[in-house]
């Protein structure tokens, strides 16, 4: 059975930095393409950012641009969130995801399976 484990989130203040990781069972890592999507309450989910599973192919969403940079381990079945410059409304919970495939995905509905999420919040 396929799972993600999220850890790193937590409260910072704006501006700061935090990194999340995803650790991935259950699964041939490098064959899925990784990504992380993230949902505040009453918003729409925001396709953040993902990678290919060569790790050659990144793309992050357009309010992320920049700031944001996704990385993975394959020998840690491991992904990463490098999250810097912080702000308010990147508050969230951030979910790890992944979907068995090639290239990575353009729209967040392409990800087949979720992690449980771990939630950021950045203090004004």
């Known amino acids: 059975q396929v799972q993600l484990v999220e850890s790193g989130g937590g409260l910072v203040q704006a501006g700061g930095s935090l990194r999340l990781s995803c650790a991935a069972s259950?699964?041939?890592?490098?064959?899925?393409?990784m990504g992380w999507i993230r949902q505040a309450p009453g918003k729409e989910r925001d396709y953040v950012a993902g990678?290919?599973?060569?790790?050659?192919?990144?793309y992050y969403g357009d309010s992320v641009k920049g700031r944001f940079s996704i990385s993975r381990d394959n020998a840690k079945n491991t992904v990463y969130l490098q999250m810097n410059s912080l702000k308010p409304e990147d508050t969230a919970v951030y979910y790890c995801?992944?979907?068995?495939?090639?290239?990575?995905?353009?729209?967040?509905?392409?990800?087949?399976?979720w992690g449980q999420g771990t939630q950021v919040t950045v203090s004004a």
């Open positions: 995801v992944a979907v068995q495939a090639l290239g990575v995905p353009d729209l967040a509905e392409e990800f087949s399976t």
């Open positions: 990678l290919s599973r060569s790790g050659l192919t990144p």
């Open positions: 259950g699964l041939t890592f490098s064959e899925y393409a």
